[in-house]
Nanobody, 125 residues
């Protein structure tokens, strides 16, 4: 059974950078599009970024565009989210997720059928 495991979260000062990673345990996600979502306390889970299975197409939420880069290493079967210029409002639990369909709706949460446990990112000013 495939599981997704995130890492790289932590405490960072506003303006700083952080790199999140996601790896598959017990299987692979190399043929799936993948995404990153986040959920802040008291808020709904929201889309952050997604990448197609080839790695050539990427999609970003307007709130993070220009400050994050999603990438994948198919040789290592890992997914990454490089975040720059972090703001306190970026504080949330970040989840990687596997997109279970082939629709173009990359920001549509129900399109993702496998989720990791999440990693906490806390940005302080």
């Amino acid at each position: 059974q495939v599981q997704l495991v995130e890492s790289g979260g932590g405490l960072v000062q506003a303006g700083g950078s952080l790199r999140l990673s996601c790896a598959a345990s017990g299987g692979t996600f190399s043929t799936y599009a993948m995404g990153w979502f986040r959920q802040a306390p008291g808020k709904e889970r929201e889309f952050v970024a997604a990448i197609g299975w080839t790695g050539f197409d990427t999609h970003y939420a307007d709130s993070v565009k220009g400050r994050v880069t999603i990438s994948r290493d198919k040789s290592k079967d890992t997914l990454h989210l490089q975040m720059y210029s972090l703001k306190p409002e970026d504080t949330a639990v970040y989840y990687c997720a596997r997109k279970g369909d082939y629709s173009g709706n990359y920001d549509y949460t129900p399109s993702y059928d496998l989720w990791g446990q999440g990693t906490q990112v806390t940005v302080f000013s």
